[in-house]
């Protein structure tokens, strides 16, 4: 179980920001943070792995304290047991595949680990590649699994398949939501991407001006049911050939006809309010 509250002034692009939450994740969840920019999503992350330190509170991993700023501790990152994934991947460009994984061992974690995260990566034929000859999935792969090689009780992926196109997006988060199950993880994924979120996380942790605004499953947050008979979901993608878009039910996907009128100002991330009386759809915009 991980318990934190934290408190820190924070300099966002509207001016000085409080961040202030207090929240617990169970062992073994998937948690999707989202908001707009500036929110104090990647501040969350960076708290968590000790790069950035709180003002106030505490942190507390598996009964384990990390932080806690009245007690003066505060363990530094390379003995909290976190891995992280950033968004600019963040690896050695003049090292090998193996090379990169290897350096993050520790004395306690046998260097078997690096060939088995190798294979389940699919890069154990490219692992005497130096990593500025991979294209950009491969070089996630590499990030995804150096981020594990010490085993960590909480790993912390920072927008990493934003560079990505959809299909190889789609693809590796399959292999990291395989991942999280094989090594009973507990996960904290921020990203912009509804479908994203929606399909990897069991739960959402919404940032608004520092502080959560709604916290439950991507249903709750991303679906609401309305009172005058509608219906409010959320578009992910249209198809303005055929004049569809498609919609977010749960975990599943929906295809619904909308007016071409309609559909030309769809930006995605827009609401989608369905009429269940009529039938009629309007776009919401964000």
């Known amino acids: 179980m991980i318990e934190f509250s934290l408190q820190k002034q924070l300099h966002s692009a509207n001016g000085a920001m409080l961040f202030n939450i207090d929240h617990t994740i169970k062992q073994g969840a998937f948690i999707g943070v989202y908001g707009a920019?500036?929110?104090?999503?990647?501040?969350?992350l960076r708290m968590l792995a000790g790069f950035l330190?709180?003002?106030k509170g505490f942190i507390k991993v598996n009964n384990t304290t990390w932080f806690n700023k009245e007690q003066k501790i505060n363990?530094?990152?390379?003995?909290?047991?976190?891995g992280f994934v950033f968004q600019d991947y963040a690896l050695f460009p003049n090292m090998t595949v193996k090379e990169n994984l290897s350096y993050a061992l520790d004395k306690t974690t046998a260097?078997?680990?690096?060939?088995?995260l190798l294979g389940l990566v699919e890069l154990d034929q490219l692992q005497n590649r130096k990593i500025?000859?991979?294209?950009?999935?491969?070089?996630?792969?590499?990030?995804l699994a150096r981020a594990l090689v010490r085993k960590p009780d909480l790993l912390l992926l920072d927008e990493p398949l934003s560079a990505l196109d959809s299909a190889l997006r789609e693809k590796l988060q399959t292999l990291i939501l395989s991942l999280h199950k094989k090594f009973n993880l507990t996960t904290i994924l921020v990203t912009h991407d509804l479908s994203e979120i929606t399909r990897l996380a069991d739960?959402?942790?919404f940032l608004k001006d520092g502080v959560i605004e709604k916290y439950g499953s991507p249903v709750e947050i991303f679906s609401a049911a309305q009172n005058n008979g509608a219906l409010q979901l959320t578009a992910i993608v249209a198809d303005k050939t055929n004049n569809e878009l498609c919609l977010l039910i749960g975990k599943e996907l929906?295809?619904?006809?909308?007016?071409?009128?309609?559909?030309m100002s769809f930006e995605k991330g827009d609401s989608v309010i369905v009429n269940l009386e009529t039938k009629d759809v309007k776009v919401k915009k964000r």
């Open 203 to 205: 739960e959402v942790i």
């Open 111 to 116: 260097p078997s680990i690096v060939d088995e």
């Open 37 to 44: 920019s500036g929110t104090g999503k990647t501040s969350l």
């Open 254 to 263: 929906l295809r619904i006809k909308i007016d071409a009128s309609e559909i």
């Open 53 to 55: 330190e709180p003002e």
């Open 132 to 143: 500025q000859t991979l294209s950009g999935g491969q070089k996630q792969r590499v990030a």
């Open 75 to 82: 363990l530094t990152p390379q003995k909290r047991k976190t």
